[in-house]
Structure formats: structure tokens, C-alpha cells
């Protein structure tokens, strides 16, 4: 029985796409996939699988933020059995030269959240994606012309906050952009050994206050959702 996710077993493939926001999983599912049920409705998050190119491959809303993140990883890992979590979503750039649209590949998920001290007593835990995932997204996002960055992000725990230098020491240790959530999808997949990789594009620069459009943003969805669903087959 999972308390968040309305799924029977062997509803939700071994192989997982997580998008934060449950329509962008509906969009992804009804536009890639073959086949698609949707196996859960519970709080509107929504969960789909099908397949692609004859793979069975699920898709599941995991809303914002760590907390939202780690409870639909850890349901569908320890109560379905998912061993593959490719997490796509925005994140914002916080150097000047890190343009809107650009597709970051994050190999490790920095935090000013507690969540892993919290696990590790205290101390400093470097999570990090799944070699294997990181280099066959790259190399696929090559074969698709995709263009992509390949470095660190970090997982921050407030949206909105009234410093704005606070990301300036990241940007300095070359940190590529900011998101909400990447760092316990990494440290749940390490617990539990199974893969996990966080593709993310750049919707808004916190250097330069730009914001990319609703249209352009839906696009780089489908480059993201693309890369994902290479490295699955
Ligand atoms: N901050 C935090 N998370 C984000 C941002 C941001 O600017 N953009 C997309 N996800």
C-alpha cells in the first residue's frame, strides 16, 4: 500500500521520468508513449506508463521541492520498484553566461536544505547522478544535436528570499544553475542503489532576471523528455 501513489502492483515500470508538475507528465506520456494508462490520480499528481520503442517506461508528477520529491521516490522505489529515476525539470541559471534554454545535465546536487546531514548525522554528503545515465544522456543528447552542460547544481529549499548574492559562491565553484529538488533524488537513489539523473533547463537567470516564455519552455520539454527516453532503450 503507498499512501501518495493510487497504483496496483506491477502498474509502474522498473523505469521512471519524473517531472515536477502532473501535466507535464500527462503532456510527455500522450506525446511519446504507446499504450499509456494512467495508474494514479491521488492529489492530481499524475502517473502514467506505456512504452517507448517497446520499452515500458512510467511517468510520474513529483511536485516541488525536496520534501514532494523524496516521498514519490521513495513509494515508488520501496513499494514499486523502480530501479531507473530520471528527473526533468527547470532550473534557474545563476551565472551571467549560462543562457535561457540551455540543457543542463547535473552531475551533483549541492544543498542549503538539511535533508541529507539529517541522513549522514550530520555530516556532508556529495549526491551524485548515476555515471552511467549522466554519459549515455550525453551521448544521446549529442546524437539528438541537443546541446548540453554537464556539471554541478543546487538544490535549494526557498523559491524566494531577499538575498540576492546568495548564489554567487556557487556560480564561483562552478556551480551551473539552481533548482529545488535534485539532491535527494540522488541520495534516495544512492540508499537504495538504484540510478538516478536530473536533466534540467534553464527557465530564468537569477544574474540577469531574464525568464523564458511559457512556448519556449514547453519545447525544451520535449528535448528533455527526448534525452530521457533515449537512455532508457
Ligand atoms: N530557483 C529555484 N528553483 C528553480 C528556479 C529558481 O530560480 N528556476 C527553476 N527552478
Redesign the pocket.
Given at each position: 500500500m503507498s499512501f501518495h501513489i493510487g497504483a496496483k502492483k506491477g502498474e509502474i515500470a522498473e523505469i521512471m521520468l519524473l517531472p515536477g508538475d502532473p501535466l507535464r507528465a500527462k503532456f510527455i506520456a500522450e506525446r511519446f508513449l504507446e499504450d499509456i494508462s494512467c495508474y494514479s490520480t491521488v492529489r492530481n499528481m499524475l502517473g502514467f506508463t506505456g512504452t517507448y520503442n517497446g520499452t515500458r517506461i512510467s511517468i510520474q508528477g513529483a511536485g516541488m521541492g525536496i520534501p514532494s520529491t523524496a516521498i514519490y521516490a521513495s513509494e515508488l522505489i520501496n513499494e514499486f520498484g523502480v530501479k531507473t529515476m530520471i528527473r526533468i525539470?527547470?532550473?534557474?541559471s545563476i551565472r551571467a553566461d549560462i543562457k535561457l534554454g540551455e540543457v543542463i545535465l547535473a552531475m551533483s546536487a549541492s544543498t542549503d536544505s538539511s535533508v541529507n546531514k539529517l541522513y549522514f548525522g550530520g555530516m556532508d554528503y556529495a549526491p551524485a547522478a548515476s555515471f552511467e545515465l549522466l554519459d549515455k544522456a550525453n551521448q544521446k543528447a549529442n546524437d539528438l544535436s541537443i546541446h548540453t552542460l554537464v556539471g554541478g547544481i543546487f538544490s535549494?529549499d526557498t523559491?524566494y528570499d531577499d538575498m540576492p548574492d546568495r548564489y554567487k559562491i556557487w556560480g564561483d565553484h562552478g556551480v551551473l544553475g539552481?533548482?529545488?529538488e535534485s539532491t535527494i533524488l540522488y541520495t534516495l537513489a544512492a540508499r537504495n542503489n538504484v540510478r538516478a539523473l536530473s536533466i534540467l533547463t534553464v527557465?530564468?537567470n537569477?544574474v540577469t532576471g531574464e525568464v523564458a516564455s511559457a512556448e519556449d519552455r514547453e519545447k525544451k520539454i520535449e528535448d528533455m523528455a527526448k534525452i530521457a527516453l533515449e537512455v532508457t532503450v
Open positions: 525539470g527547470t532550473c534557474g535549494t523559491f539552481v533548482e529545488m527557465s530564468d537569477l
